[in-house]
């Protein structure tokens, strides 16, 4: 699993990091600072030497592969566990963490999936409209009535 | 679904906890998203990735579910919505039906996608259900269509398979055919599938007896000499013309009558919805299909009156053409209905136009009489009766009704509380009907075997 983190948000610095699953998920389980603008960034994608105007390697001409994609959920109506199973039926492998404005009432979450190969950045729109599709078509697409959903949906479960 | 940013190439999230707090992380097995690739059937990144012309239409085939996904992408609404409509009037989908489905798919945009388009075409849904359905209910009335063959698409028009309507025309599929039963809910002058048309001359007391019926098919119990079902009902009543203060007596006069407040009664009074339209237009008729679909659908609906709930002159034929389409989805619906409508200056007819009887299964007139002693005193005859047969004669005979000390009593062969049809008939005709339900039940469940070898 190759992706790159950023120790902050500025983008000064970047590493390339390969990782299992659970390497990831413990990572993020047991990074913790006393601001949220001092956490680690995260990015599944690779990165050259292009630095924006502020000296940032994170920004868009700077991507030369994409390794993964991210999603991030504030809507606050589904939950972390909801989301996990909508993954779950859609046959989705990923990793669902809280972000650090996570309350049980307002549940806010990221979605981090892999590609199984790097691929360029252009294919990215593509790629995420296809996660959106995978998440989406088992949860709120379940009242429809002509079963646009490929998968069966969470009250049917 | 995701934040718009989630869209951004370059776009990274925080990972960790702050304060001490450890998020929650996990970990789901499956495949990787790029080789998840069946996905971008339903996966339309961008809005308009389709083009006007090429939307659920390729080849001339029309596909339900390309439309659906052209509006939940935002690649087109207007159209989309259009097409859907139209192919759901024609296949027989109710208008309530298809307004739900259309609202259901334009929920389904994803909120930050929903631009201006997206309003604009969400608030015009009413608009042009009732614009499709409409224009289907006008050709409905100017064409005689006949469905020939099986359910399936059958060939085109100018194409008839003559084998197939001689098949289906014939008595031995007549002999064959797998018609529901009625779901009676009044002795059998009411079923759900019964249109009925209550006249009377003003101040008779209709709506007295109106709610008297709604009551006893809520409750399902027995009314004057007609058999109840012994099960509980949903009614609606739509009185359109009392003021709030006298349906309110009117209500509090049936449940003493009833002895209970049966909890399937649900009364409409248009004063408590001045902006109701008239029912002879479509919103008003799409109104009273969102009040039965909130109160999870009912068994039969009073209409009290028509005058006074229809916009239009009732000498005329159009108010009431513009509410047949609708009148003919509620029996197919199985929803029963009784039409409450004046007399003209003729107490032995009903105001305007005769037309308006040729839909109605039953027509009941009622008309004064003399009983000074009742506090309500009239004659019911049914001047209609289609379901009435020898076996069933009973419950369409004419008769007096009274009421008297907050009884009703119907008087017919000259016996006060009417003439009941004997328990022994009635047992009788539900033998022949749990006979006929086992003989539908095995039809329906019967295996194929091959013909034998000879």
Aim: with cysteine; net charge negative; hydrophobic share 35%.
């Amino acid at each position: 699993m190759i992706f790159t983190t950023f120790p902050d948000k500025r983008g000064l610095d970047a590493y390339r990091q390969d990782a299992t699953p659970e390497e990831l998920a413990e990572f993020i389980k047991t990074t913790t600072r006393d601001a949220r603008d001092k956490l680690p960034m995260i990015k599944f994608a690779l990165f050259g030497e292009k630095r924006s105007d502020k000296g940032c390697l994170r920004n868009d001409e700077n991507v030369t592969e994409i390794t993964g994609l991210e999603a991030d959920y504030d809507g606050g109506a589904t939950s972390i566990e909801e989301a996990a199973e909508i993954a779950r039926q859609a046959g989705l492998s990923c990793i669902i963490y809280s972000s650090p404005s996570y309350t049980a009432h307002k549940p806010r979450w990221r979605l981090l999936t892999l590609l199984s190969k790097p691929y360029p950045p252009g294919d990215r729109d593509r790629l995420f409209a296809r996660l959106r599709a995978s998440m989406r078509n088992t949860a709120s697409c379940s009242i429809l009535p002509h079963g646009c959903c490929r998968k069966a949906t969470l009250s049917e479960a | 679904m995701f934040d718009p940013a989630s869209w951004v190439l370059s776009q990274s999230y925080f990972v960790g906890g702050v304060n001490g707090t450890a998020p929650f992380v996990l970990i789901i097995p499956g495949d990787r998203i790029d080789q998840l690739g069946e996905l971008d059937e339903y996966a339309i990144g961008k809005p308009n990735g389709l083009q006007n012309g090429q939307i659920g239409n390729s080849g001339g085939r029309f596909d339900e579910k390309v439309l659906i996904e052209a509006i939940i992408s935002g690649a087109n609404y207007h159209r989309a919505s259009l097409s859907l409509l139209g192919r759901w009037a024609l296949t027989g989908i109710g208008m309530l039906e298809a307004r739900e489905r259309l609202i259901a798919a334009f929920e389904c945009v994803f909120p930050p996608d929903r631009d201006q388009r997206w309003y604009d075409r969400h608030g015009e849904i009413d608009k042009l259900v009732t614009y499709v359905y409409g224009r289907e209910a006008d050709k409905r009335d100017e064409r005689i269509s006949f469905e020939i063959g099986s359910d399936d698409e059958g060939p085109p028009d100018d194409e008839i398979d003559e084998e197939a309507l001689r098949a289906r025309l014939s008595l031995d599929h007549w002999m064959g055919r797998e018609i529901p039963l009625r779901e009676r809910l009044l002795g059998d002058v009411l079923s759900t599938t019964t249109r009925m048309l209550l006249v009377a001359d003003t101040g008779l007391g209709k709506t007295n007896l109106a709610l008297a019926v709604t009551f006893a098919v809520a409750r399902g119990s027995d009314y004057l000499h007609w058999h109840g079902t012994g099960e509980p009902h949903r009614v609606l009543y739509v009185d359109g013309e009392m003021s709030v203060r006298l349906m309110r007596d009117r209500i509090e006069d049936a449940i003493r009558r009833a002895g209970s407040k049966p909890a399937g009664v649900f009364v409409l009074n248009t004063e408590d919805f001045p902006e109701l339209p008239p029912l002879s237009d479509p919103l008003g008729r799409l109104a009273i299909d969102k009040i039965i679909a909130a109160l999870g659908g009912v068994d039969l609906i009073v209409f009290d009156n028509l005058q006074a709930l229809l916009a239009g002159d009732m000498r005329e034929e159009l108010p009431w053409k513009n509410v047949l389409g609708w009148v003919e989805d509620l029996t197919r619906r199985k929803i029963a209905q009784v039409w409450v409508h004046h007399t003209g200056h003729l107490t032995t007819r009903s105001y305007g136009t005769k037309t308006r009887e040729w839909q109605m299964d039953v027509v009941a007139l009622l008309e004064s009489v003399e009983r000074p002693e009742a506090d309500l005193a009239f004659s019911l005859k049914f001047t209609k009766a289609r379901e009435r047969t020898p076996g069933n004669r009973d419950d369409f005979e004419p008769m007096i009704i009274t009421l008297s000390g907050d009884r009703w009593a119907s008087e017919a062969g000259g016996a006060i509380g009417g003439k009941r049809r004997p328990h022994r008939d009635r047992a009788l005709e539900l033998l022949r009907e749990a006979i006929t339900r086992e003989v539908l039940y095995r039809r329906a469940t019967r295996t194929f075997r091959p013909e034998p070898c000879v």
